[in-house]
């Protein structure tokens, strides 16, 4: 079936709501397009039931680079989302349907008394407390996940994770620095091949917000029943970058890198703790090239600052650390006065 571009038919827009009982026969269906993210259109759509936040995979991603996805991922975020509300509820956006048609699916909106984690960050606003309400979040739902045999038949989605996140991350940087391509190929193969939990895939500030009841999870098209680090050091990896950014919060940020952890590893009971954030001081000099290099950089650095960046990452890289204060230490010494 082709590909439905639903800010270009707003009938098929409209055949969504309706058939979810959520718009009037008679009544008009119009969208306004939010901000924010390069892989879906999201949608804002007020109707006299509500408002609601419609969400449609991209097939081509919007960076410079060429990055074309798997629509279907859409599925899967769906399914992540709804595992997610019987774990954690009140931290992930309710889905209320999908359109298979149209690779689409509706969720609740979530208004003005939500704010983002992001720009809280980029504007100085740092607080660990929130770093390690996010941390306990997150081990919560890979604790309750762990080694769980039907979510790791639903999430096999082993394809759309190297697709989305192994290959333009890693081996992308692979191609841009190739005397790491040993130590990176490496890291792509040891993440892929580790399958222990229901993996988010993108636990960025952008995609979490801050709420009356704490945070909330937004956009999992990355979902994977997979290695529990790539999860914490994505995460981890926002601290490191935005203190390079803002030296002047940078211990904040550093005191907020160590509240994610402590949050996140009083629930890890599926393996040993060492071994798990072994692979995640492994991972996170990686990604963080990878932010630089890779196919997705960030978007707040200046020219100076990704020097720098780079110039740590591939040190660490060179001689891998084996727990994450080394990674802090480091950061810290090239970043924090």
């Known amino acids: 079936m082709p590909y439905v571009d639903l800010s270009?038919?707003?009938?098929?827009?409209?055949?969504?709501?309706?058939?979810?009982?959520?718009?009037?026969?008679?009544?008009?269906?119009?969208?306004?397009?939010?901000?924010?993210?390069?892989?879906s259109g999201i949608y804002r759509i007020d109707l006299r039931s509500g408002s609601y936040c419609l969400k449609q995979a991209l097939p081509r991603l919007k960076v410079a680079k060429e990055w074309n996805v798997p629509v279907e991922r859409v599925f899967a975020e769906v399914a992540w989302l709804r595992t997610v509300a019987g774990?954690?509820?009140?931290?992930?956006?309710?889905?209320?349907?999908?359109?298979d048609a149209s690779k689409s699916f509706v969720m609740e909106f979530l208004g003005p008394q939500y704010?983002?984690?992001?720009?809280?960050?980029?504007?100085?606003?740092?607080?660990?407390?929130?770093?390690?309400?996010?941390?306990?979040?997150?081990?919560?739902?890979?604790?309750?996940?762990?080694?769980?045999?039907?979510?790791?038949?639903?999430?096999?989605?082993?394809?759309?994770?190297?697709?989305?996140?192994?290959?333009?991350?890693?081996?992308?940087?692979a191609r841009v620095h190739p005397g790491l391509a040993p130590v990176l190929l490496a890291t792509v193969e040891r993440t892929a091949a580790t399958r222990r939990v229901l993996v988010h895939g993108d636990i960025s500030p952008k995609n979490i917000l801050l709420g009356p009841h704490?945070?909330?999870?937004?956009?999992?098209?990355?979902?994977?029943?997979?290695?529990?680090?790539?999860?914490?050091?994505?995460?981890?990896?926002?601290?490191?970058?935005?203190?390079?950014?803002?030296?002047?919060?940078?211990?904040?940020?550093?005191?907020?890198?160590?509240?994610?952890?402590?949050?996140?590893?009083?629930?890890?009971?599926?393996?040993?703790?060492?071994?798990?954030?072994?692979?995640?001081?492994?991972?996170?000099?990686?990604?963080?090239?990878?932010?630089?290099?890779?196919?997705?950089?960030?978007?707040?650095?200046?020219?100076?600052?990704?020097?720098?960046v780079r110039r740590v990452a591939i040190a660490l890289l060179r001689d891998p650390p084996a727990q994450l204060e080394q990674v802090a230490a480091s950061w810290a010494g090239e970043f924090i006065a």
């Open 8 to 39: 270009r038919d707003p009938a098929a827009m409209r055949r969504i709501f309706t058939g979810l009982g959520l718009a009037g026969a008679d009544e008009p269906v119009a969208a306004a397009a939010l901000a924010g993210g390069v892989s």
């Open 115 to 173: 704010r983002s984690w992001k720009a809280d960050l980029l504007a100085g606003q740092v607080g660990p407390a929130v770093a390690g309400a996010v941390g306990d979040v997150l081990g919560r739902v890979h604790a309750a996940t762990a080694d769980h045999a039907l979510l790791a038949e639903r999430f096999a989605t082993d394809a759309t994770f190297h697709a989305i996140r192994l290959e333009p991350y890693l081996l992308e940087t």
């Open 214 to 308: 704490g945070p909330v999870l937004l956009d999992a098209e990355c979902a994977w029943f997979g290695d529990p680090a790539f999860d914490v050091a994505f995460c981890l990896n926002h601290f490191l970058l935005k203190a390079a950014h803002l030296p002047r919060h940078g211990q904040a940020l550093m005191e907020s890198y160590r509240a994610f952890l402590t949050g996140y590893f009083a629930r890890v009971e599926w393996e040993a703790p060492q071994a798990l954030e072994q692979r995640i001081a492994a991972l996170l000099p990686a990604l963080t090239l990878a932010r630089v290099d890779g196919k997705s950089p960030v978007d707040y650095l200046t020219d100076p600052q990704r020097q720098a």
């Open 87 to 99: 774990i954690a509820p009140g931290h992930v956006p309710r889905v209320l349907g999908q359109d």
